[in-house]
T-cell receptor, first 113, second 111 residues
Framework: NAGVTQTPKFQVLKTGQSMTLQCAQD?????MYWYRQDPGMGLRLIYY???????DKGEVPNGYNVSRLNKREFSLRLESAAPSQTSVYFC????????????FGPGTRLLVL | SQKIEQNSEALNIQEGKTATLTCNYT??????LQWYRQDPGRGPVFLLL?????KEKRKERLKVTFDTTLKQSLFHITASQPADSATYLC??????????FGSGTKLNVKP
């Protein structure tokens, strides 16, 4: 099993450009999450999907959109990138039921100039 | 929103000693609390979970305590090794999909 995979690993954007960060998991997990991690701050939840076909806002959703394409894939889209969105983005997944453990991907480093 | 405090200064200890990391929070207590390890350039990796009705949890050289009165969790690594050097994050869970993470404490174990 590859676990949680993210593409790309690193991306540089200019202000105003758009892009989509891809995430896939092969563990048959129901829930998937997008976080951002900034220096000196904890991981902050952007959006999550509790199950295929549903998405909900997290703590910092402004400037982002998400799509739960199927059970495996959960993408994060920046429609018009801003320098404040420079960060490391992590995708995570979690199995259904009473287990609360999240499995994280390796992250995508995004630099917006 | 929840405020979580982890010591932002790195913790430097000698190999073989016990490392103790602290996680303090304000406001309402979580249903459970998790500890993760994060290595540079990688995603967090789950270590331990403790629920609000549990005082202590152990796994091999790891021990977590949870005091809802003090609003604090302590994370211990006994007989520490240089391979334990990493950043350790605590995360508060309020339901299956609502998590708040601390900024982490960097642990350096010197041989």
């Amino acid at each position: 099993n590859a676990g949680v995979t993210q593409t790309p690993k690193f991306q540089v954007l200019k202000t105003g450009q758009s892009m989509t960060l891809q995430c896939a998991q092969d563990m048959n997990h129901n829930s998937m999450y997008w976080y951002r991690q900034d220096p000196g701050m904890g991981l902050r939840l952007i959006y999550y999907s509790a199950s295929e076909g549903t998405t909900d806002k997290g703590e910092v959703p402004n400037g982002y959109n998400v799509s739960r394409l199927n059970k495996r894939e959960f993408s994060l889209r920046l429609e018009s990138a801003a320098p404040s969105q420079t960060s490391v983005y992590f995708c995570a997944s979690r199995p259904a039921g009473a287990q609360e453990t999240q499995y994280f991907g390796p992250g995508t480093r995004l630099l917006v100039l | 929103s929840q405020k979580i405090e982890q010591n932002s200064e790195a913790l430097n200890i000698q190999e073989g000693k016990t490392a103790t990391l602290t996680c303090n929070y304000t406001n309402y207590s979580p249903a459970y609390l998790q500890w993760y390890r994060q290595d540079p350039g990688r995603g967090p990796v789950f270590l331990l979970l403790i629920r609000e009705n549990e005082k202590e949890k152990r796994k091999e050289r790891l021990k977590v305590t949870f005091d809802t009165t003090l609003k604090q969790s302590l994370f211990h690594i006994t007989a520490s090794q240089p391979a334990d050097s990493a950043t350790y994050l605590c995360a508060l869970g309020y339901n299956f999909n609502k998590f708040y993470f601390g900024s982490g404490t960097k642990l350096n174990v010197k041989p």
